[in-house]
C-alpha cells in the first residue's frame, strides 16, 4: 500500500502522537508498504519519506500543556499538490480536528484515497476547543469532514469519549499506541553515572511554564518528604523545557534531584533501564501515556496518576486496581495514585523503594503486558487491517 501519515504537531519536538507516528512508519516500511509522513518541522530532515508541512509555533493550550502546531494556510496547496500526485492508497490522519493540518489534509484529500483518522486527546473541557468545534459546526465543515473519513481509530476509551462528543456518530477501533518493545526492553544498557546503589525514580516529560498538567510539581514535592526518610533515593527528570521558578526553587531546596534535559531517541532506552521506579504523576487529560508504556517494556515498575488514559495502560485486561493505602491502588504492573495526592504519591514511591521484591514482580509483569498489547506486531498489524477494511469499502 501507498500511505500517507498526518501528523499535526512538530516532528522535530518529542511527544506521543509523533513517537507514534515515526514507529508505525517504520514497521509499515518493514512490511513492504511505501510511507510518506506529512507534519510540521521545526528544523529540516534528510529522510526522503518526510514532507514538511511548514514551521510550527509554540501554542499553549487550557489544561496546563503546549501543543507545537503549524497556522500557515500557505501550505493548502503543497499539500493538494502531494495528495494528488502520490495517489495514496490510504490517508491516515492523527489527530484530524487540529488545527489547521488536519482540517486542511481531509479537505484536500480526494476520493480515490482511503481517509482513517486516529483520535489522540482526552483534554477534559477545554474552552477554546469548544468555541473551535462549534464554530466549524456552525459552518457545516465539521460534518463534510467527518463524512470522508473512512474509518477511526481512538487510542483509549477516553480519547473515544472525547472524539464522539464533537464528530458525528461513528464506529472506532480501540487501538493502542504502539512502543518499540527492542529498543525498550530489560536488556538495554542503563547510563552508568545512575548506577551507583541509589534508588533511581525516573520523570520523563516536557517542562515549563506551560506544562502544568504533567504534574511534575508533585513530583518533586512528594520526592521531597520521602527523601527525607529515605536519603538513598534520586529523581531523574528528562525531558525538553526550561523549568518555572517555583519548580526550581523546589529542586534547589530538596536536593537529591538531577535535571538530564532534553535527552535523545538513542539515549532513552538507557534512562529507563537506570531506572528503579518510573512516575508519571499527571494531574489529567492524558488519553494514553506513551511514557508508561516505554517503562513497562523496559520492565520498570510504575508509579502513574489513577485517570482514565493511564488506568487503561497500567491494567491488564479484566484486572482491577485494588485498594492499599489512602490514596493509593495496586496493580499488576504498578501502583495507581489519586491525582495531585503527594502524600499518597510519596507513600507509593516509599512503598517500592524499600521493596526490590515487589519491583521486580511489577516489573515483570509490566514487560509481558506491553509485549502483547503495546509492540509494534500487535499494534502494526492491527492497523493495518484497518486499513485493508476502509479500502474494501472504497
Not at 529498543?183 to 525514580?201: E, Q
Not at 536519603?231 to 526553587?249: D, F
Amino acid at each position: 500500500m501507498r500511505i500517507a501519515l498526518v501528523c499535526p504537531y512538530d516532528l522535530s519536538y518529542p511527544g506521543g502522537v509523533q513517537s507514534h507516528v515515526l514507529q508505525f512508519a517504520g514497521y509499515a516500511d518493514r512490511h513492504g508498504h511505501s510511507v510518506t509522513i506529512i507534519g510540521p518541522m521545526t528544523g529540516t530532515s534528510t529522510v526522503a519519506s518526510i514532507v514538511s508541512a511548514g514551521k510550527p509555533l509554540p501554542f499553549p493550550q487550557p489544561g496546563g500543556t503546549t501543543a507545537r502546531l503549524c497556522f500557515s494556510f500557505w501550505n493548502v496547496p503543497m499539500v493538494r499538490m502531494v495528495l494528488r500526485r502520490e495517489r495514496y492508497d490510504v490517508i491516515h490522519v492523527h489527530e484530524p480536528g487540529t488545527p489547521i493540518l488536519g482540517p486542511i489534509v481531509l479537505a484536500c484529500a480526494p476520493g480515490t484515497s482511503a481517509v482513517v483518522a486516529t483520535f489522540h486527546s482526552n483534554t477534559g473541557f477545554n474552552f477554546l476547543l469548544r468555541i473551535y468545534s462549534f464554530l466549524l459546526g456552525r459552518a457545516g465543515i465539521t460534518g463534510k469532514l467527518a463524512s470522508k473519513l473512512s474509518a477511526r481509530i481512538a487510542v483509549s476509551e477516553a480519547a473515544m469519549r472525547l472524539a464522539s462528543r464533537y464528530l458525528p456518530p461513528g464506529s472506532y477501533s480501540i487501538i493502542p499506541n504502539g512502543v518499540d518493545t527492542t529498543l525498550f526492553s530489560p536488556k538495554a544498557h542503563p547510563i552508568r553515572a545512575y548506577a551507583d546503589g541509589m534508588v533511581n525514580i525516573l520523570f520523563v516529560g516536557r517542562m515549563g511554564v506551560n506544562e502544568k498538567r504533567k504534574g511534575l510539581v508533585h513530583l518533586i514535592a512528594a520526592f521531597g518528604r520521602l527523601r527525607n526518610q529515605d536519603p538513598n533515593v534520586r529523581l531523574i527528570i528528562a525531558g525538553p523545557g526550561k523549568p518555572g521558578r517555583k519548580i526550581m526553587s523546589l529542586i534547589e531546596q530538596t536536593g537529591g534531584i538531577v535535571l538530564a534535559g532534553r535527552v535523545s531517541a538513542q539515549e532513552l532506552p538507557g534512562y529507563y533501564a537506570a531506572a528503579d521506579i518510573f512516575c508519571s504523576p499527571a494531574t489529567h487529560g492524558e488519553s494514553f501515556g506513551m511514557v508508561l508504556a516505554e517503562a513497562m517494556a523496559s520492565g520498570k515498575p510504575v508509579v502513574a496518576s489513577d485517570m482514565d488514559g493511564y488506568r487503561q495502560v497500567v491494567l491488564g485486561k479484566s484486572e482491577q486496581a485494588k485498594p492499599l493505602l489512602q490514596g493509593v491502588a495496586k496493580a499488576m504492573a504498578g501502583l495507581l495514585v489519586e491525582p495531585k495526592n503527594e502524600a499518597a504519591l510519596a507513600g507509593a514511591l516509599g512503598m517500592l523503594a524499600k521493596d526490590a521484591a515487589m519491583r521486580k514482580r511489577m516489573g515483570a509483569s509490566g514487560r509481558r503486558q506491553a509485549v502483547q498489547r503495546f509492540s509494534w506486531e500487535s499494534v502494526g498489524k492491527r492497523i493495518l487491517e484497518v486499513y485493508e477494511k476502509a479500502l474494501d469499502r472504497k
